[in-house]
């Protein structure tokens, strides 16, 4: 498998706004991928219009085969014009990276962005052009395994203006601290959510422009079996095992019964580790060939509630840095993880039922199905199957 080009971006909205001004599109295809960010002129509803066609124009666009010379020029004459400054504006910053990880980035009025290679800061050699009389600065790289892309809207650069910093923090100071977000943390959604987090605080909560950050980051592809609740049937019990037997990707269990399919099957001998109990997190366990076995809905529903915290646009911090189930799984599903493979049993607990609700609604189901769309969301690849 090649480099995963790994893609997440947060957002803080404008105080008292209800939409964000910034705005970030992208998607995989064949070829590669394409990344979109634009910042509309103002805030708000208008911002947000305005940001949010440049990407999809720009996107779709480019997708199709189009250029970037027309694309571009498509996007300046399409945007509509503001009654008030009588502008059609939003900045913009296209990337284009390739299958063989070379990427291609085109700018217009947004901040610089940051290129973090081998933990180092690299400067980059940029051309200048004038398409439909707008500057744009063009750049190529060659990616590299461990490689960041950073781009931020002005609302970071600002940030703790006239509160917390009286001229903000500087160009340098934003670059020294994302290269050390960088080379501490393995995944974009969490070197975004400390970043927007530092924004947040030093608008103290009170952001005075739109905040974003998106980060690229080239990675070796890092896949889990993640595998839930026995078969439907208890044939298939052998099958389940042969797939965890000869798995090279990092397992996990998240459930007793499934546990005890393992070891049966398996021959291998579970071990509970009662040192890992909390009030609300049932203790973990260990088997040789698995790297982490939990029990099932109970810590998949706080687990769910960690992911869904992470991937709000207002940052919230979650400490998983502790010694139990939910911290662990929660930081091998969203910092390890870059391709998740969920083996899900079809058995049905009677436990698992609510019983103010119909037959064959299934809690733990229910649970699957939100940490699959959570994951997605954080830009997880994402494979389900059932047994």
Not at 145 to 160: K, L, P, Q, R
Not at 223 to 235: M, N
């Amino acid at each position: 498998m090649n480099n995963f080009i790994d893609i997440n971006y947060k957002s803080i909205n404008k105080y008292t706004e209800e939409l964000c001004g910034d705005r970030v599109e992208y998607i995989y295809d064949d070829d590669g991928c394409i990344i979109v960010m634009s910042d509309g002129l103002g805030s708000g509803v208008k911002a947000n219009i305005l940001a949010t066609m440049t990407t999809k124009i720009a996107v779709t666009m480019l997708k199709n085969g189009a250029s970037i010379d027309d694309t571009i020029e498509t996007v300046i004459n399409t945007l509509p014009e503001c009654k008030v400054r009588k502008l059609a504006y939003s900045t913009f910053t296209i990337i284009k990276i390739d299958r063989n990880n070379n990427a291609y980035i085109a700018e217009y009025d947004n901040p610089p962005y940051f290129y973090y290679s081998h933990k180092r800061i690299i400067p980059v050699d940029k051309n200048e052009r004038i398409i439909d009389q707008k500057k744009i600065y063009e750049s190529n790289l060659k990616l590299e395994e461990g490689d960041t892309i950073c781009v931020v809207s002005d609302g970071a650069i600002h940030a703790g203006i006239g509160q917390m910093l009286n001229l903000g923090w500087s160009w340098n100071e934003v670059n020294e601290y994302l290269k050390d977000l960088n080379n501490v943390n393995k995944s974009p959604q969490l070197i975004n959510g400390n970043f927007i987090g530092v924004c947040n605080n030093l608008y103290n909560n009170k952001p005075g422009d739109d905040t974003t950050i998106l980060t690229i980051k080239v990675r070796r592809p890092e896949v889990i079996d993640l595998f839930i609740g026995p078969p439907a049937d208890k044939s298939f019990d052998k099958e389940l095992a042969e797939i965890m037997k000869t798995s090279c990707n990092m397992k996990i269990i998240c459930g007793g019964t499934t546990a005890l399919i393992a070891e049966r099957e398996l021959g291998r001998k579970l071990e509970v580790d009662m040192d890992s109990m909390r009030d609300d997190v049932p203790p973990m366990a260990f088997m040789e060939g698995f790297d982490l076995v939990t029990e099932g809905v109970l810590t998949l529903g706080k687990t769910l509630e960690n992911i869904k915290k992470l991937n709000k646009s207002s940052y919230e911090y979650i400490e998983y840095n502790d010694y139990d189930g939910c911290s662990l799984l929660t930081r091998m599903l969203t910092d390890i993880g870059t391709h998740i493979n969920f083996y899900i049993g079809r058995a049905v607990n009677p436990a698992h039922q609510n019983p103010n609700f119909p037959m064959g609604y299934n809690i733990k189901q229910n649970i699957i199905d939100s940490l699959v769309e959570e994951l997605k969301k954080a830009g997880k690849q994402i494979q389900v199957w059932y047994l």
